[in-house]
């Protein structure tokens, strides 16, 4: 009885050996500081705003389309849109002459109360805003559209859609600053030049 209760326990006792000396080994190979921040860092894309935002409005629409603009419209917008002149509205509204347009006020169409309640008109920044992001331009509207980021698609489509009874001034490019200066800077030392050239001649 006493060999048998000795040989366990000196089992045990092994065994506790042998699990603290494994736990102290984990320890020492897996240990390392809790970092201040878990996780790991998700870098996001800046999506516009910023210095590399990309040409503005106005490059862009002098770039524009309107053939392609249709393809584009009739492809992207033709299920819930009819562009012809007194279309019917389908699940959106008929989109002629919509350009410069009141927001919302297309008769006879039932518009969400955020657009309904925005006022103003369709501008050329308002409709790229929208056909950008709808939800994020009327976040309750009922456009299941998600939007479209293609900047040189979505300009055709404004063009497209100017083109229907529209025919709004394309808004003017924006040239930027350093150009400026750059050809202020050339125009006055062409200016320098032809001054000189006349004093040598007079001389």
């Known amino acids: ?49 910023g210095e590399d935002a990309g040409p503005d409005l106005g490059t862009l629409l002098a770039a524009a389309d309107v053939a392609r603009g249709e393809q584009q419209a009739v492809a992207r917008c033709g299920t819930c849109h009819t562009f012809d002149a007194g279309g019917a509205n389908g699940q959106g509204p008929n989109l002629h002459s919509i350009m410069g347009a009141a927001i919302a006020g297309k008769s006879g169409f039932g518009y969400s109360n955020d657009l309904s309640a925005m006022g103003g008109t369709w501008t050329w920044e308002a409709m790229n805003m929208w056909i950008l992001s709808p939800r994020g331009y009327a976040g309750g509207t009922s456009m299941s559209f998600a939007g479209l980021k293609n900047d040189q698609q979505r300009t055709d489509i404004l063009a497209y859609l100017n083109s229907l009874g529209s025919n709004l001034p394309l808004p003017e490019p924006v040239v930027a600053e350093e150009e400026s200066e750059a050809d202020a800077a050339g125009e006055a030392e062409v200016e320098q030049d032809a001054a000189a050239e006349i004093e040598e001649d007079a001389a």
């Open 1 to 49: 009885m006493d060999d048998r209760f000795n040989t366990a326990a000196g089992w045990v006792l092994f065994s506790g050996i042998v699990a603290l000396g494994l736990s102290s080994i984990s320890a020492k190979v897996f240990d390392s500081e809790r970092p201040e921040t878990l996780g790991y860092p998700i870098e996001v894309a800046d999506e516009g705003g």
